[in-house]
Every structure is written in structure tokens, then in C-alpha cells.
T-cell receptor, first 113, second 118 residues
Framework: GDSVTQMEGPVTLSEEAFLTINCTYT??????LFWYVQYPGEGLQLLLK?????DKGSNKGFEATYRKETTSFHLEKGSVQVSDSAVYFC????????????FGSGTRLSIRP | GAVVSQHPSRVICKSGTSVKIECRSL??????MFWYRQFPKQSLMLMAT?????????EQGVEKDKFLINHASLTLSTLTVTSAHPEDSSFYIC??????????????FGSGTQLSVL
């Protein structure tokens, strides 16, 4: 079945460092891809998305490009801030699915001042 | 943005007791709510989909008599873990989708409930 594999955390970086969180997926069709973020004490919220190959999703300085050839959707940010400390989830949904989202296991990111 | 309130955030109970978790959409009506669970270092797994006024649809391998879901109104869904056992200890999270919204984008999550069964 469809699945999402992401980098196991925790990841600890210094402020202003470059961030990459790897995500790869397995899907039979042409899924949409997402990154969700969960800040401490809050619910998951959509960070960015891409719906077809070569699309780049971006938000709050984060970017991820839908790479069909490598089945990847790595999350990147050029200069992280303390406020980016959170858990990040990579996810996919099949186009013909009304509701089902498949999540990765989440990566906890901690940024040191 | 839209807010989903999930309560309680943490619960500890004795083996054999039942635990109810509530999921409320505070500023929108949710035709559909979803329940997930997550074991440590594993993915969020969809347990069931509940539609207001109808029976929940459970994913394969999820016991519907064990995990009772009620979606009695457009703003409230509840998950009851019946006769809880230590292996039910997990992180449970709900999400809600408004009347209009595509999968993934218009999906709002609660902050989760950590259940520990002694």
C-alpha cells in the first residue's frame, strides 16, 4: 500500500542553520503531497503542499519540491529560527480518495538560540 | 484559522475502564471528522472516518466495538476506548473537515490526546 517515510528525529540545529528533512513516498497513483507542522500544544496545521510533479510548495520560508523521479518531497529552509521548533509530518493523499491522508512518523525539530 | 478543540490532552486510566475523547470544531461545522492514532516513532494511522448522523467507517484492523465513535452533531465527535488495556496506550488525534474543502488543505487538527493505560 501507499506509505510515507521521513527522516527520524530529533533534529537539533542552531539558529540560522540550513534545514533539510527528508521525505520519500510510495504510491500507486499520482498523489498530492503535504507537509504539516505541529507546534507545541497545538494541532497539526498545513505548512505547504504540491499536487503534481515538479510543483514547489512554499510557506514561511519553507520549500519542498515534488520529485516524481525520486519519489521525494524533502522539506528545506535556508535559515531556521527558534520559532520553527516543532514536529513536522510529511503526508500524501491519493487523488481519488475522498478523505484518506497517509502520514509519515514525524520529525521533531529543535532550534538552539 | 479554524480551530479544533480536543479534550482531554492527557489521560491516565486503569485497565478495564473506558475513556472518552472529545473533538469539537469551534468556529465551523464539520461534516466529516477523522480519528488517528500514533504509536511512538510510528506514523499517524487513520482509525476511522465519522460523518455526522451516520455510522463511522473503520479502517481495516480497527475494532469498531473497541473504539466507539459518535458524531452526533456537526461540531462534535467522540471516541470512546472501551475496556482499555495497556496496548491501547497511544496518542490519539482528531481532525475535522468543513462543508467545503479538498483533502489535505481544508483539514483542521486537534492537539491530540495522550492515553496511558495502567
Amino acid at each position: 500500500g501507499d506509505s510515507v517515510t521521513q527522516m527520524e528525529g530529533p533534529v537539533t540545529l542552531s539558529e540560522e542553520a540550513f534545514l533539510t528533512i527528508n521525505c520519500t513516498y510510495t504510491a500507486t497513483g499520482y498523489p498530492s503531497l503535504f507537509w504539516y507542522v505541529q507546534y507545541p500544544g497545538e494541532g497539526l496545521q498545513l505548512l505547504l503542499k504540491a499536487t503534481k510533479a515538479d510543483d514547489k510548495g512554499s510557506n514561511k520560508g519553507f520549500e519542498a519540491t515534488y520529485r516524481k523521479e525520486t519519489t521525494s518531497f524533502h522539506l528545506e529552509k535556508g535559515s531556521v529560527q527558534v520559532s520553527d521548533s516543532a514536529v513536522y509530518f510529511c503526508a500524501l493523499s491519493e487523488r481519488n480518495s475522498a478523505s484518506k491522508i497517509i502520514f509519515g512518523s514525524g520529525t521533531r525539530l529543535s532550534i538552539r538560540p | 484559522g479554524a480551530v479544533v478543540s480536543q479534550h482531554p490532552s492527557r489521560v491516565i486510566c486503569k485497565s478495564g475502564t473506558s475513556v472518552k475523547i472529545e473533538c469539537r470544531s469551534l468556529d465551523f461545522q464539520a461534516t466529516t471528522m477523522f480519528w488517528y492514532r500514533q504509536f511512538p516513532k510510528q506514523s499517524l494511522m487513520l482509525m476511522a472516518t465519522s460523518n455526522e448522523g451516520s455510522k463511522a467507517t473503520y479502517e481495516q484492523g480497527v475494532e469498531k466495538d473497541k473504539f466507539l465513535i459518535n458524531h452526533a452533531s456537526l461540531t462534535l465527535s467522540t471516541l470512546t476506548v472501551t475496556s482499555a488495556h495497556p496496548e491501547d496506550s497511544s496518542f490519539y488525534i482528531c481532525s475535522a473537515r468543513p462543508f467545503s474543502g479538498t483533502v489535505g488543505e481544508k483539514l483542521f487538527f486537534g492537539s491530540g490526546t495522550q492515553l496511558s493505560v495502567l
